[in-house]
């Protein structure tokens, strides 16, 4: 049985975090924080003081102006988030990435999961990226940006992993 469960407002931005989420505030790899993704992520969510409104606006901004496209050189090798920003494409993995570092840069814990979901692509199920976003008295929340699913994901998703970075997979494949 699926509960949902409303969250209420949260004040932005968040100022007493407790020290244990403060980890997912940090760069990684692929998930860079530079002074562009710092200028777009305040730009976005100018004049808002609503944490759930902050992390919407990033995740629909990002879904909105990044073409997404499995055809890219993205889907051999994941890409930086700054790259992502740059050249506005890239797969779940950099949607997710850059959806993070513009949460993690105005100071809003974010960390990858790395796992399986199902497709209506191929109606099978591949490997994918998504996002948990921490709200304050709630705990980690699901943000899909690649399936436009923002604080919430569907049952066909399955999480393998939870890090720090995109570059950190769940999953590899060798061939012999």
Known sequence: ENILHKIGHIEFPIT????EYAYYLQEGEKIDITDEIVDK?????SGEDDLYTVLFKLADWTRNNI?????????????ES?????????????????FI?????????ARFISGTAYTNLNYDFGNH?????????????PYDVTFGEYSWINPG????????????????????
């Open 129 to 141: 990226g998504w996002a948990e976003v921490y709200f304050p008295g709630y705990g980690w929340i």
């Open 41 to 45: 992520a305040a730009e976005i969510i």
């Open 101 to 109: 570092s513009f949460a993690r840069s105005v100071g809003i814990p």
């Open 16 to 19: 007493d975090l407790d020290e």
């Open 67 to 79: 073409e997404y496209d499995l055809n890219t050189l993205t889907a051999e090798a994941a890409l």
């Open 82 to 98: 700054s790259w992502v920003l740059e050249n506005r494409q890239g797969v779940c993995d950099e949607l997710t990435a850059l």
């Open 157 to 176: 998703h399955i999480a393998l992993s939870k890090t720090l970075d995109s570059s950190n997979h769940a999953v590899k494949y060798t061939w012999v």
